[in-house]
């Protein structure tokens, strides 16, 4: 079976993806299964350039099932408004509670208006165990 991963990822999820795949007994297919993983900042960023709804689409038309795997904290895609122009001049706790509520309804807005189901992991380590469990999973 066979795991097909952009040849445009160059993260540390995509590492320890390999990693922990290459510690599986035999090859794995995930067939029709679809994974998109996001750092919560990079959540973010394409939540706010709106690339995040056409990477979506794209998976929904082309794929079966399909997830989004964001891990990292709330603490860390908020941190991405310090940088945005517009957020700078808002208070801090306005501006955290705004950055928070975009986030919380990006990932409930995609489980609501799509088949796509959102996991929200701790960090790369444990997103990378989550992938690589469902494909050990994902029927053939």
């Given amino acids: 079976m066979t795991l097909y991963i952009d040849d445009r990822e ?3 999820f995509l590492r320890l993806v390999q990693q922990k ?3 599986m007994n035999g090859d794995y297919v995930i067939g029709d299964v679809c ?5 919560t900042q990079d959540f973010m960023t394409s939540l706010f350039s709106k690339r ?3 990477q979506l689409d794209n998976m929904d038309r082309c794929f079966g099932v399909n997830f989004v795997i964001v891990y990292g904290s709330i603490e860390e895609a908020c941190e991405v408004g310090n940088h945005m122009k517009g957020f700078d001049k808002m208070p801090a706790g306005s501006k955290a509670a705004l950055l928070e509520n975009k986030f919380r309804g990006a990932i409930t807005r995609i489980e609501l208006d799509s088949d796509i189901q959102v ?4 960090n790369e380590n444990e997103a ?3 992938l690589i469990t469902i494909a050990k999973m994902a029927p053939i």
């Fill in 10 to 12: 160059k993260s540390m």
């Fill in 21 to 23: 795949a290459k510690k």
């Fill in 35 to 39: 994974f998109e993983a996001k750092s």
């Fill in 52 to 54: 995040l709804w056409t």
């Fill in 119 to 122: 996991i929200w992991t701790r």
């Fill in 128 to 130: 990378a165990q989550r």
